[in-house]
């Protein structure tokens, strides 16, 4: 048996070839730094900028993880996805201002268990409301800004405020994934019109065909 079907050149029998490249003893090889890296931590550096360009208001966590959550899970319809992050952030905000007006009006319960209990059991509405409008993808997202209303309110604060900040936080997040992410809308783009032009011109055969 050849020692070049094991990769192994032989003529110099310690040493082995990777995917063309010499490997010797005691190497071990890196995979190098994708784009998806780059595009992570570029789009965390875009939110806090963003943060600081909106006089520090807001929460740059919600923005740094939402842009996360938006690159680093890759799908073709990446403009359609943005779309349901957007409306998990609405119903998530939602129910995050109404469950912090109901608790302004009842006796608050302060940082007790009963608190925590409260918060898990509204979580079943939050998510239920997504399946029920068909957009159960966005179910992460209408959770995430829930909590993130709900378990960091202070209550000297103003709800509404404090909610638009939230909901913002997350938002912008989501703008600058779906821009950093424009290289995959334009392609899914030139895919369809590609798909598109060859229906056309596949259904013109077909016309012809019938005709003589």
């Not at 003529?11 to 190497?27: D, H, I, S």
């Not at 709900?150 to 209550?155: F, R």
Request: glycine share 8%.
């Amino acid at each position: 048996m050849e020692q070049r079907r094991f990769g192994m050149d032989s003529e110099a029998p310690f040493r082995c070839t990777v995917k063309g490249r010499e490997m010797r003893p005691g190497m071990t090889h890196l995979p190098h730094i994708g784009m998806r890296i780059i595009k992570s931590a570029l789009g965390v550096l875009i939110c806090f900028a963003i943060y600081f360009l909106r006089g520090k208001h807001g929460t740059p966590f919600y923005s740094a993880l939402a842009v996360l959550w938006c690159i680093q899970n890759k799908t073709e319809n990446t403009l359609g996805n943005a779309i349901q992050r957007t409306i998990g952030t609405m119903i998530g905000a939602l129910y995050g201002l109404i469950y912090l007006l109901v608790k302004l009006h009842v006796s608050s319960s302060g940082d007790s268990f009963l608190h925590y209990v409260a918060i898990s059991v509204v979580l079943i509405p939050v998510i239920y409301t997504t399946v029920v409008i068909n957009q159960k993808k966005a179910s992460y997202f209408s959770c995430v800004v829930f909590l993130s209303i709900v378990v960091n309110h202070l209550m000297d604060e103003n709800p509404y405020v404090f909610v638009l900040n939230r909901s913002l936080d997350t938002l912008i997040g989501i703008f600058v994934g779906l821009v950093l992410n424009f290289d995959l809308i334009y392609e899914k783009m030139q895919k369809d019109e590609q798909s598109g032009m060859s229906f056309a011109l596949w259904g013109k055969k077909r016309r012809r065909e019938q005709k003589v």
